[in-house]
T-cell receptor, first 110, second 115 residues
Framework: GQQLNQSPQSMFIQEGEDVSMNCTSS?????WLWYKQDPGEGPVLLIA?????ELTSNGRLTAQFGITRKDSFLNISASIPSDVGIYFC??????????FGKGTRLSVIA | GAVVSQHPSRVICKSGTSVKIECRSL??????MFWYRQFPKQSLMLMAT?????????EQGVEKDKFLINHASLTLSTLTVTSAHPEDSSFYIC???????????FGPGTRLLVL
């Protein structure tokens, strides 16, 4: 089945630093989604990407849908303590269910 | 934005009992809802797709007789864990698609602990 490789698995950064994480797939997706999950909560949709090459921002977050349709990245600029959490990428194509990456656990040191 | 609620937020039950979890879309109608399961420090695993007015579609390896899904209305889907056992203890999360099935909004999750 389809699989997503998400990296890095975890990150420890200083407050104010920029963060970058990415997902790659062995197959093509038509939609890329980025979610953030806080402990004990459900994932919250951050950014949805629908077109290859699309670059979308949501505040300090920027995500891009790779030209090959097999990858996507998420950048967070000027990180703050509330950015702490687990970030998941998810891809969708055709009639198959959403496929999730294994998550990037972000820790921000004040 | 689209709001999805779940009830209860956490439940503790004895082994052998059944537990029902509700998933509601509060400000939109959802013809399709999804049920996921998440173990500690793991990603989300899709259990089944719940379709309003029809039978749910279960993923491979998920027992449909153990995890009963009912999608009786456009705003409510329920997951019943029947004859729960300790290995069923997990975080169960539902989601619903708003304009498109692939853009899913998630509920806050239900933590189930089976003793």
């Amino acid at each position: 089945g389809q699989q997503l490789n998400q990296s890095p698995q975890s990150m420890f950064i200083q407050e104010g630093e920029d963060v970058s994480m990415n997902c790659t797939s062995s197959s093509i997706f038509n939609t890329w989604l980025w979610y953030k999950q806080d402990p004990g909560e459900g994932p919250v949709l951050l950014i949805a990407l629908y077109k290859a090459g699309e670059l979308t921002s949501n505040g300090r977050l920027t995500a891009q849908f790779g030209i090959t349709r097999k990858d996507s990245f998420l950048n967070i600029s000027a990180s703050i303590p509330s950015d702490v959490g687990i970030y998941f990428c998810a891809g969708h194509s055709g009639n198959t269910p959403l496929v999730f990456g294994k998550g990037t656990r972000l820790s921000v040191i004040a | 934005g689209a709001v999805v609620s779940q009830h209860p937020s956490r439940v503790i039950c004895k082994s052998g009992t059944s537990v029902k979890i509700e998933c509601r879309s509060l400000d939109f109608q959802a013809t399709t809802m999804f049920w996921y399961r998440q173990f500690p420090k793991q990603s989300l695993m899709l259990m089944a797709t719940s379709n309003e007015g029809s039978k749910a579609t279960y993923e491979q390896g998920v027992e449909k007789d153990k995890f009963l899904i009912n999608h009786a209305s456009l705003t409510l889907s329920t997951l019943t864990v029947t004859s729960a056992h300790p290995e069923d203890s997990s975080f169960y999360i539902c989601s619903a698609g708003v304009f498109t099935v692939e853009t899913q909004y998630f509920g806050p999750g239900t933590r189930l602990l089976v003793l």
